[in-house]
C-alpha cells in the first residue's frame, strides 16, 4: 500500500513542479564592450570545497547507530573528524530520525546533525511528501512572523527533538565556552537542520552565531518564511548536487521558496554560489539544471563532495 502512495505523490510533485512559473532566460549580456557573459553566480574554489567536507561527514554520520555515533566508531564520517566528541544522540531512525549533539573542538563549535530520507527508510520517505503548510508553531518559534508558514510534516518532525537539542546545545554551550552553534542535515535532515537553525536562533541570546550546512535540502517553507530565515540566518548553505530533484519539491507552484545560500556542485570539481533564493535565471543553479522532476536524477541525492551519504555508507 505504501509504495503506490509513494508512486502517486511523486507524479503530484512532477506536475506541481511543471506548473511552477519557471521560465528559461539566458543569463544577462554586457552589452558595452564584449560579449561576455555577467553572471551572478561566484565559483566555489578548492578551499571553499574541501571545507565543506567535514561537514559532509557529520551529516553522512547522522545516519549511523547512534551507539558508534556515541563512541565515534562510525567508520570513514567519524574518522574524517578526528576527536570530535558526542555528547547526546537521540531519534529511532524512523519515526523519529537520529540525530545526534556534539562539541567539535578543532572549529570551536557545538554540532547538531540529523538524519534524513535514507532511501532505505519509506517511511521517512512518506513523511517527507505531505505538502501542507502551518503556521510556525508559536512556542518554538516565538518571534517568528505570524504569516510565516513551514511544511507540516517536517514542523511536527522538529518539535519532537527541539527540546531535548535545545537543552544539550545550551549546556555544551555553557561548558566549552564556544559561541557557535552549527546545524547539519540531508535531505529530510536538512530540512529539520533548517528548523533548527531558526529555533535555536529565536531561543538562544544573540551573541551565540548560528550556521547551517545542509546538503540536498527539499523546499522547507513559504516567502516569509525564507524572508525571515535569511534575516535571521545570514550564514547558511545549501549544498546541492547537480541533477539532485529532492531541492525542486515541494513545487514553487504550491507556494515554497527556498532560502538563500545555494551551492550547486556540478561536473568535476566545478561548484558555484548561487546568490538568490532559487536563482531563476542563472543556468548553473538547480532550478535550471533540474526545472522538473524528469530533468532529475535520485543518485546526485546520495553523494556530495565525493561523499555517499546513507545507513549503507557507515563502515
Ligand atoms: C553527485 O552525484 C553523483 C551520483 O551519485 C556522483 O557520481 C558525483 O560524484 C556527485 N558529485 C559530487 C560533487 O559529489
Known amino acids: 500500500m505504501l509504495f503506490p502512495t509513494f508512486v502517486f505523490a511523486l507524479v503530484w510533485s512532477l506536475f506541481l513542479a511543471s506548473a511552477s512559473p519557471i521560465t528559461r532566460r539566458a543569463p544577462l549580456t554586457l552589452a558595452v564592450h564584449d560579449n561576455s557573459l555577467i553572471s551572478a553566480v561566484t565559483a566555489l574554489s578548492a578551499t571553499d570545497i574541501s571545507d565543506l567536507v567535514p561537514l559532509t561527514q557529520l551529516a553522512r554520520a547522522a545516519y549511523c547507530d547512534p551507539k558508534s555515533v556515541q563512541d565515534w566508531t562510525c567508520g570513514a564520517a ?7 566528541q558526542t ?4 531519534g529511532d531512525g524512523n519515526a523519529v530520525q537520529f540525530f545526534f549533539v ?38 518554538l518559534f516565538s518571534g517568528a512572523p505570524a504569516g510565516a508558514t513551514a511544511h507540516s510534516g517536517f514542523q ?22 564556544s559561541r557557535s552553534v552549527t546545524l ?5 535532515g536538512g530540512a529539520l537542520a533548517e528548523l533548527d537553525c531558526l529555533f535555536l536562533a529565536l531561543n538562544l541570546p544573540e551573541n551565540i552565531a ?5 546538503f ?54 566545478r561548484a558555484v554560489q548561487c ?39 557507515c563502515f
Open 102 to 139: 556534539g562539541y567539535w573542538a578543532d572549529a570551536n563549535t557545538v554540532v547538531v546533525s540529523h538524519q534524513g530520507t535514507d532511501p532505505l527508510a519509506l517511511m521517512a520517505i512518506l513523511t517527507n511528501l505531505d505538502l501542507l503548510r502551518d503556521p510556525l508553531d508559536p512556542v
Open 210 to 214: 548560528i550556521k547551517g550546512v545542509t
Open 216 to 269: 540536498g535540502t527539499p523546499r522547507v517553507g513559504d516567502d516569509e518564511f525564507a524572508a525571515f530565515f535569511d534575516a535571521v540566518i545570514p550564514d547558511f548553505q545549501r549544498v546541492n548536487n547537480k541533477s539532485d530533484l529532492v531541492p525542486i519539491i515541494p513545487g514553487r507552484g504550491l507556494g515554497y521558496v527556498h532560502p538563500k545560500g545555494e551551492l550547486h556542485l556540478l561536473d568535476g570539481d
Open 184 to 188: 547539519i542535515g540531508h535531505s529530510l
Open 87 to 90: 555528547t547526546l544522540t537521540g
Open 78 to 84: 567519524c574518522e574524517a573528524v578526528p576527536g570530535f
Open 156 to 177: 511536527e518532525q522538529h518539535a519532537m527533538t527541539a527540546m531535548p537539542i535545545l537543552e544539550e546545545v545550551k549546556r555544551l554551550l555553557a561548558a566549552t565556552g
Open 275 to 313: 546568490p538568490g533564493n532559487d536563482n531563476d535565471n542563472e543556468e548553473d543553479c538547480q532550478i535550471q539544471t533540474v526545472p522538473n522532476l524528469l530533468f532529475g536524477n535520485l543518485l546526485d541525492h546520495l553523494v556530495f563532495n565525493g561523499i555517499p551519504i546513507g545507513s549503507i555508507f
